[in-house]
């Protein structure tokens, strides 16, 4: 019985696989042997890591030691001699060259300059530098013999180079004399009078200006660039006297990727006028952060200036104090159209300039010994485009408008009782002018000697209290060009016109017979240097070429066709 149920069971199991299959998947037999148990291997095992192994492919050099011996090759070939050069010998030349120039013109006019320096030191050198010129005579119609005017200079400086810094001391003195010779024969008539009898009275400045100024020399930023400290002392023939101290420094500071350069300045400025009762004291005081940037080609300038200067005024013994104070905004933009040909520019600054008896002598010599003192303050905004036209062709063209308070305008009471006592020299009165132009200038030079430039200024005066913008030209055009030919001759020319003036307000002088305009005129210079070697030259210049007969004040005539002549010797 029990045989018969494992029969049965195996039956079934072998009958199980032919159930499974339907009569399309027929298969054939398989055979399947086994001879152990099944175990996992792996065949080869391969480590990846990060960084990967190169393979040296480098081929390594055999080491080999061998020797060169040399051997002579005989030959019949024999070269001529070559003659041995003499060389001559040469001094070392000093570095700047010491220099003597003089010359001579027509109304007694001596010139002499001289240079005497030596740079030859890389830590230290110095120099001195002397002029003299003067003049007698050449004003036409004039009622006094002479017109007499004279220049003089003496100058030294020393400088000391350390490693990261330059020491200068700066030493500058001028000794000039001017004469108050604007009185001609035809006003006698003018005014019928038959005469006035007057000696020519003379002006003479004298200045002496030590300066000490400190500079770095880094070429990393630096908390301070440069420090100065001077002084200029001045007196005149009428006893006026002025004391000036002016402390200058430059500073740079870095925030972040920027760096903000700041001024700051100290004016101080003590005049004691010939009248020996009015005396007149400024401080100014100068801060002036800015800072300059520059995003995708167009460059930035922000600042700030800041100005405070209070004035002290002493008349006998009554005291006036006044409080100046201007903020100018610093602001410059500079657009670049197409690069190192076109850019435009435009901005808006403005500053504060302490106006005393040596700067407005330096407008006018003419100017009485005794009158007012009020700072310069200008509000300037402007506009314009620069670039070159071609190669060598350079130009720079804008608009402006300057907004001045208390603008010195030089005037000369054109009445008979004033107009024939020039010894009083000419009157400096204040006003506030805006002044609105054109200008531009424009440079051609080939880089061979020949260079040609021009400059135009067109503008016009609004006053806020005088009639007129008293002697200032409302056009200025300016032509100079020179010329060096096979490093032996060199040309100058220069064509200088300058527009009409007004010199009082004729509405205020019914009966006055002078012409209350200056006209117009163009003075023309030209000069010539002959080189004849290194060490000799001569020259001759010719100022007013064509003669021009016109004033430079009411009254003030020029010298017509000064011509003069010399030599440069450099030692």
Do not use: C
């Not at 110095?126 to 006094?144: P, Y």
């Not at 051609?444 to 200024?457: E, F, P, Q, T, V």
Request: aromatic share 12%; charged share 20%; proline share 5%.
């Amino acid at each position: 019985m029990m045989s018969n149920r494992w029969f049965t069971a195996v039956l079934f199991l072998a009958t199980l696989p032919m159930l499974a299959q339907n009569e399309r998947d027929k298969v054939g037999s398989v055979e399947i042997n086994v001879s152990e148990a099944y175990k996992a291997q792996v065949k080869e095992a391969v480590r990846i890591v990060e960084q990967p192994t190169l393979e040296d492919t480098t081929a390594k050099k055999i080491p080999v030691n061998y020797d060169v011996r040399p051997k002579a090759l005989s030959t019949t070939f024999e070269p001529d001699p070559i003659k041995p050069i003499v060389i001559a010998g040469s001094r070392m030349p000093r570095l700047p060259r010491n220099m003597v120039r003089v010359g001579i013109g027509n109304f007694t006019t001596p010139y002499a300059e001289v240079f005497l320096g030596n740079d030859r030191s890389k830590n230290f050198n110095w120099g001195v530098h002397m002029r003299h010129l003067s003049s007698q005579t050449g004003v036409k119609d004039l009622a006094f013999r002479r017109n007499t005017w004279a220049e003089n200079e003496v100058n030294a400086y020393s400088k000391y180079i350390m490693r990261t810094s330059r020491l200068t001391l700066d030493v500058r003195s001028s000794f000039d004399r001017i004469s108050y010779y604007g009185l001609r024969n035809s006003h006698f008539e003018d005014f019928e009078v038959a005469s006035v009898d007057m000696d020519l009275v003379a002006q003479r400045y004298n200045t002496v200006a030590p300066t000490l100024r400190w500079e770095s020399l880094k070429l990393e930023p630096t908390y301070i660039k440069q420090a100065s400290l001077g002084y200029r002392y001045l007196w005149d023939a009428f006893n006026t006297q002025e004391n000036h101290i002016k402390a200058t420094s430059d500073w740079v500071f870095p925030v972040k990727e920027e760096i903000v350069d700041l001024k700051f300045n100290i004016d101080h400025v003590a005049t004691n006028f010939a009248d020996s009762t009015s005396r007149f004291q400024f401080t100014h005081i100068q801060f002036a952060p800015e800072i300059k940037s520059e995003y995708k080609n167009v460059f930035f300038t922000f600042g700030l200036n800041v100005n405070i200067n209070p004035r002290r005024l002493e008349i006998g013994d009554s005291v006036n104090e006044k409080l100046y104070s201007e903020f100018f905004p610093n602001i410059l933009i500079d657009i670049p159209l197409v690069r190192n040909v076109l850019a435009v520019y435009g901005g808006i600054d403005g500053e504060m300039v302490n106006q005393n008896m040596h700067s407005l002598s330096q407008q006018n010599p003419f100017i009485g010994p005794v009158f007012a003192l009020n700072p310069r303050r200008t509000f300037r905004y402007f506009a314009g485009v620069k670039g070159i036209l071609a190669k060598n062709l350079h130009y720079n063209a804008s608009l402006y408008h300057h907004s001045n308070k208390d603008l010195a305008i030089f005037y000369r009471d054109p009445s008979a009782e004033n107009f024939l006592r020039p010894a009083l020299g000419m009157h400096v009165f204040y006003d506030d002018v805006d002044i609105t132009g054109i200008k531009g200038e424009i440079t051609y030079d080939n880089n061979k000697g020949l260079r040609i430039g021009g400059h135009a200024n067109f503008r016009s005066f609004r006053m806020a209290d005088l009639p007129d913008a008293f002697h200032l030209p409302r056009a200025i055009v300016g032509v100079e060009g020179s010329y060096l030919w096979r490093e032996k001759i060199q040309g100058n020319i220069n064509f200088n016109y300058v527009g009409a003036r007004t010199a009082f307000n004729a509405s205020e002088f019914p009966d006055n017979p002078l012409n209350p305009q200056l006209n117009a005129f163009l003075d023309v210079r030209l000069g010539a240097t002959f080189h004849y070697n290194d060490q000799l030259s001569a020259f001759v210049n010719i100022s007013n070429f064509i003669a021009s007969d016109y004033e430079l004040y009411l009254g003030y005539n020029v010298q017509r066709f000064l011509a003069m002549m010399g030599i440069t010797y450099r030692l």
